[in-house]
Structures are given as C-alpha cells and as structure tokens.
C-alpha cells in the first residue's frame, strides 16, 4: 500500500469515527458521554471539535439525565476567569447549583467543575482542572 493510500485510509477511518458518535437527544439538545479521560481543557476541545461545548445543567431534568450515565464527567462550568465566580461555558447564568456537601472548597486549586457522584442529589464538586475524568459534550440545537 502506498503512503497515499494509507493517508485516505485514514481520512475515511477517522471521518467514520466520527459519524458513528452516538449523540443522544434530551430536551432540544445533543448529548454525547466520553468514554475515556482528558482533563478539562482537553475535555472541552474536544467538544469544540464536535461541534458543540461542554455539557451546561439548566435544569433538575437535565442533571437526572447525567446521572443514569454513572460517571464522574467534567460539566461547562469554571471559575478560572475570576475566582469564586462560577460561570457556565456558554455565558448561561448559573441558576441551578447542585454542589455537594462543602462544594466548592478548592479555591485557587480547583477552578472546574464536575459531577463527582450521581444517583445523589447534590454532588458536583470543584475539582483541579489538571486531573482527567470523562466528559460530557452538549450541542444545542435549539435555543
Ligand atoms: O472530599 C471532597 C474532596 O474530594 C477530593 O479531594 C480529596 C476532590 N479532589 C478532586 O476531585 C481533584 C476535592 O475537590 C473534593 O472537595
Ligand atoms: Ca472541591
């Protein structure tokens, strides 16, 4: 095989990886679940990528949601821009919160937010942003 022919292969292979992405549908969104680990910068480039940005929670409904994936993912949510400050990817006002107990206590070491545990209520915690978890990618698609 040349090394031309290797290259297209490769085009098509990777531009099958990712039709084959399942995004799944909740509430005028598209939503698809990593299923390996970045840290959050990576996580959310990812996204970008996609076509879409990390996952932002608006509602109870959408945090259920999450929740029946059982894993530890990386939200659209940092207070890197101004400390204490918790701001949503999207410019979203933060209205909903579902911190967990004593959540956020990182200060200037944990400035991203994630969902620690699920099926609890209230369990999102401010993590390092160095640390790899999963991540959810949210497309909008209408407003
Ligand atoms: O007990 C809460 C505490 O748990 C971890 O630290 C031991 C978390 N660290 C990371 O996720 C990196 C803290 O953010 C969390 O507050
Ligand atoms: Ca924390």
Redesign the pocket.
Same mark, same amino acid.
């Given at each position: 095989m040349t090394v031309s022919q290797q290259n297209s292969l490769t085009e098509e292979r990777d531009k099958l990886k990712r039709i084959n992405l399942r995004w799944m549908v909740f509430s005028g969104s598209l939503y698809t679940v990593s299923s390996i680990q970045k840290n959050w910068q990576e996580s959310r480039d990812d996204c970008i990528q996609k076509g879409a940005d990390l996952v932002t929670i608006n509602s109870q409904e959408e945090q259920n949601f999450l929740n029946q994936f059982d894993k530890t993912m990386w939200l659209g949510l940092t207070d890197l821009e101004t400390e204490g400050t918790w701001k949503w990817v999207d410019g979203t006002p933060m209205t909903e919160r579902y911190w &967990?107990p004593?959540?956020?206590?990182?200060r200037t070491s944990?400035n991203c937010g994630?969902i620690?545990q699920f099926n609890v209520g209230k369990r999102w915690?401010? &993590?390092?942003c160095n640390?790899k978890t999963f991540w959810t990618c949210e497309k909008k698609v209408s407003p």
């Open positions: &967990g004593g959540e956020p206590n990182g944990e994630h620690k915690n401010d &993590g390092n640390t």
